[in-house]
């Protein structure tokens, strides 16, 4: 069935590199206009010279309260309302550590971005999507939110928080148009590792520690697999993980 109110506007966080930056691809190749948020311009524009003008390249801090608050309103008639929201932003700069090694602040920076972030970026965009009554939520967790490991503490905590936002948004709009999926993925490669880890070397060591990797499309065919499902069907989670 076709949504007539479908604006098929998304907005992209973490739109710079690995899975933010393939869902942008995916999306403007299915026909949405995008908006591609993330903090290094350079890269955005990098995008929007590969994509054309159904991209539009926003730079944005999601541990930035004000910038948030003003997005929806930041953005050019042709890319609002925004109705799809694709929350990706997050990362794990200095994990992998045991929890005393890092410091109070190195872990709370991994929850401000990868949970209040995106916690301010959905309520920054919420309104919009109530008042037309239409939108999709997808919020990238992990993995990691449903099995713990040891030397994950404040990103597993995060992407636990990530899951239990997502099942608890949902049954808060159920019923008024706005659905919400969470994409949990194993191990991708990406520029992920290198910057949890601060070492490109270490990075590539990282994923080739595993038999298998997943790569940033796989995830981005994910993500548009859950939006294109028709209105009455909800993907609520979906663990997408590597095989060999
Ligand atoms: P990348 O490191 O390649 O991309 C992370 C993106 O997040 C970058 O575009 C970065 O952009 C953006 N970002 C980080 N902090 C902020 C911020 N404060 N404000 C705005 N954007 C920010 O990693 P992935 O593509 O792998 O990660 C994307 C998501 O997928 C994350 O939420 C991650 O937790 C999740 N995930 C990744 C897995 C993996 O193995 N790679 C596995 C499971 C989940 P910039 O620096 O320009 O702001």
Not at 74 to 92: K, Q, S, Y
Not at 169 to 178: E, K, N, P, T, V
């Amino acid at each position: 069935m076709t949504d007539k109110h479908a604006s098929r506007i998304a907005l992209v966080t973490g739109a710079s590199s690995g899975i933010g930056a393939a869902t942008c691809r995916r999306l403007v190749a299915e026909g949405y206009r995008v908006v591609a948020a993330a903090r290094r311009r350079d890269k955005l524009d990098g995008l929007r010279a590969e994509l054309g003008d159904r991209l539009y390249p926003l730079e944005l801090d999601v541990d930035d309260a004000a910038a948030v608050a003003g997005l929806a309103a930041a953005l050019p008639d042709a890319f609002r309302p925004v109705d799809t929201l694709i929350n990706n932003a997050g990362h794990d700069t200095g994990g992998r550590r045991r929890f005393d090694e890092g410091s109070a602040d190195d872990w709370c920076a991994i929850i401000e971005t990868n949970v209040a972030g995106l916690i301010r970026v959905t309520r920054a965009l919420i309104d919009d999507m109530l008042a037309r009554g239409h939108g999709h939520i997808v919020n990238l967790g992990s993995i990691a939110g449903l099995r713990p490991y040891a030397t994950g503490t404040a990103y597993v905590a995060s992407k636990y928080a990530v899951h239990g936002f997502s099942e608890t948004l949902r049954l808060d709009y159920a019923g008024r148009g706005i659905r919400v999926s969470e994409i949990m993925p194993g191990v991708v490669r990406t520029s992920f590792a290198e910057q949890r880890l601060g070492d490109a070397d270490g990075a590539a060591e990282f994923y080739d520690g595993f038999d298998a990797c997943l790569e940033a499309e796989d995830i981005a065919d994910t993500v548009a697999y859950a939006l294109k499902q028709p209105r009455h069907v909800e993907i609520a989670q979906l663990v997408v993980l590597p095989a060999s």
